[in-house]
């Protein structure tokens, strides 16, 4: 049977990918049981999609993916318990629209994260407790949301506190995108002294990993892990994907003239980048304990939706056919085997 990633990354750190129920069928099954070991739900844990009323839970989604992977001996990182986006009005309201008390968010939250967490027990090996909780200013430290207007600045670790006592042998993370970036990294550091102080039970940093062909650089994506690392938790990159475009405000809308292909230039740039990346996960692959990827393969990402709807982009290792790219190559040289 051919090699696949996790094969060739077997004493490096798990491989995984972002995956819908709809994915664990057909082509995409294939590629997913040949490259990968480990899977996190794109969507289906999301509070919004799993719990969208008070007394109403959507499980079904996610069992699918649980039980695929228990068939499959896959390793599941749930996402994500507690976030701003995706997530129901209710939770935050009572019965004539007003926002709830501390208290009554607090007991919603913990209820949530039971019956969550609970469900998935002893099968779902990390959590992503909380995401994307700091402010993009950096004048700001944390992002301005119900769950910190109504909680307060503790809602982070309270979140840490229930999960950890529904699985309390689940790896619990904290979750964000830009924190190679020095400004964001720096806040994320701050962060965590905050909860380890707050004797919060965090044992991860989620490194999202949505980059382009034009950053990090190598030094600062080296920085950031020292520092990560330093910090005594386990570090993983949780959401990797290389878009082509630049994510500065200049590039989020389509202008004339502009091409989405995927040019032999492009290819070439991408290939760069993604070695640039592997090359320090490498010296990192001690300390790294999982890489996942933002889906199975070009054929579906969010980057065709996101910042620019119909744009399309190619930041994944395989194809649009499910076909190992050119830069499948390149990346797999980077493992120790
Ligand atoms: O399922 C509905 C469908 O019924 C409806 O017809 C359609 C119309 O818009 O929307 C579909 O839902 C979309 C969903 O993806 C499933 O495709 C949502 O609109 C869309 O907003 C949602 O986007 C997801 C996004 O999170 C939500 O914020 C992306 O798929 C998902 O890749 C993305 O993932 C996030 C991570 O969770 C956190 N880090 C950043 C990352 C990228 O944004």
Redesign the pocket.
Known sequence: KEKGLKDYFAEDFPMGVAVSPASLEGKSKELILAEYNSLTP??VM?MGVIHPKKDEFNWAPADKIVAFAQENGLKVRG??LVWH??TGDWIFKDDKGNDVSREVLLDRMKAHIDSVVGRYKGKIYAWDVV??AIDDNPQNFLRNSKWLEIIGDDFLTKAFEFAHAADPNAKLFYND?NIIIPEKRDRVLKLIDKLKAEGAPINGIGI?G?WSVFNPSEEELQQALKMYTETGLDVQIT?LDVSLYKWEKEQRERRPGDSDEFTEERKLAQIEAYQKFFKVFREYRDKLTGITF?NIADRYS?LDH?PVEGRKNYPLLFDENYQRKQVYDSVIKFSKK
């Open positions: 794109e969507n999301k996402h994500a986006q995706q995401n994307e995108y999202q949505h959401e933002w969010w996101y």
